[in-house]
């Protein structure tokens, strides 16, 4: 997770109860590489000691006494200059109407008004303050003025009743504090198309065929592509992980479907790059009710191919100049890797390929671990160490921007 570090950013803390959660957040952030000044208000001074957020960040928490000391006279300006992103979470109804108006009579609010960056703003408030048009108004205003508003959530609000207004968790925030911090990045304007997990090819409405998959790879490659400003289209087959925010997942399960979401979506992509373990084989046929196991029909089950959706892309890409300039696999091996993992790149005419060993346990396959080898079309190489899947995703996306310039 490249993103956070050494970028300072500022965590502004106001009075809602949702204020515990932002120490998680600046916890998270702190953990990532970010520098986190923490600004709060007297009401979430109130809610959360400021020691708690200094010792998550291990940097100094500030409150409005921290303006007046003689040595700090101009702390809001440090802040606001020296920020890479402003964001306030929890945002209660009260600071955004200061915000709204331009108020300045604390240092949070005096912060955001000398902010070289657009502050991000995550509101938390019970349902009838959230929707109230003075509250509504002021989000739009703010809005207008470029303010991006996170949230925030429907669902179980302090007051004991249910509505929206509960703040973003503080993984969403994070997820999309990196999109907004990776705005700019090299894949600005460009559409990626990613999938992950393995397809699932049904025998019956209970059984399927499928492989050990976690998605794991594929995830990450999606972050990583947000982490750089691109449109991240996420074609995933079932997989037990948390979506990247501001990813468009289109979820599917067979093989079939995988092919069609990613023909449908690949005209207009940048890049595809093909993480998914596409199964090779599906059944010829569903049984429509659950087969016993005393009747047979388990012992063999007859198989068909599935579409190679690489070849198709590629292929159609060559014969009629349409689809992604840069295509992109994985080959998931066993033995002979480099060998193997050429023949697939010739064979589905890609642009650059990465080798898998996927026979270690240590690594690859449902491991937060990869160790890749790249191999171009040219027949360059360059072997990768072993890496978070978040590093080697980083990595796969920096030789994915290369080859569309
Ligand atoms: N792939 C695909 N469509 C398939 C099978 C695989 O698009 N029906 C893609 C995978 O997403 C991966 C690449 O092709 O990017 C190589 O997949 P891999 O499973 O390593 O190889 P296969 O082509 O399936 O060949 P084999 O199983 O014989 O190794």
Known sequence: MRVFEQKRIVLGVTGSIAAYKSVTLASSLTKAGALVDVV????????????????????????????WKVDDHVLHIELGEKNDALLIAPATANTIAKMAQGMADNLLVLTALASRTSPLIAPAMDGGMYSHPATQNNLDLL??????????????????LSGIGRMLEPDQLLGHLRCWLGRNGILKGKKVLITAGGTQEPIDPVRVISNRSSGKQGFAIAQ???????????????????????????????????????????????????????????????????????????????????????????????????????????????????????????????????ANDVSRQDRGIGSDKNQVTLIWKDGQTRELPVMDKSDVSDELILEAAKLLV
Do not use: C
Request: without cysteine; glycine residues 6%; aromatic residues 2%.
């Open 40 to 67: 709060l208000t007297d009401a979430a001074a109130k809610l959360v000691a400021p020691i708690t957020f200094s010792s998550v960040t291990g940097r100094k928490a500030y409150i409005d006494e921290d303006l």
């Open 224 to 354: 990583a592509a947000l982490d750089q400003g691109a449109e991240v289209i996420l074609i995933t087959a079932p997989v037990a992980l948390s979506l990247p925010i501001r990813a468009r997942v289109i979820p599917v399960k067979t093989a079939s479907e995988m092919a069609e979401a990613v023909f449908s979506e690949s005209d207009d992509a940048d890049i595809l790059i093909m993480t998914a373990a596409v199964a090779d084989y599906k059944p010829t046929r569903e049984a429509d009710k659950k087969i016993k196991k005393d009747q047979g029909g388990l012992d063999a089950i007859q198989l068909e191919r599935t579409v190679d959706i690489l070849k198709e892309v590629a292929n159609s890409r060559a014969k009629k100049k349409v689809g992604p300039p840069v295509v992109i696999g994985f080959a998931a091996e066993t033995e002979n890797l480099l060998e193997n993992a050429k023949s697939k790149l010739e064979n589905k005419n890609l642009d650059l390929i990465a």
């Open 143 to 160: 809005n207008k003025r470029g303010v991006e508003i996170l949230g925030p959530a429907a669902g179980h609000l302090a007051s004991g």
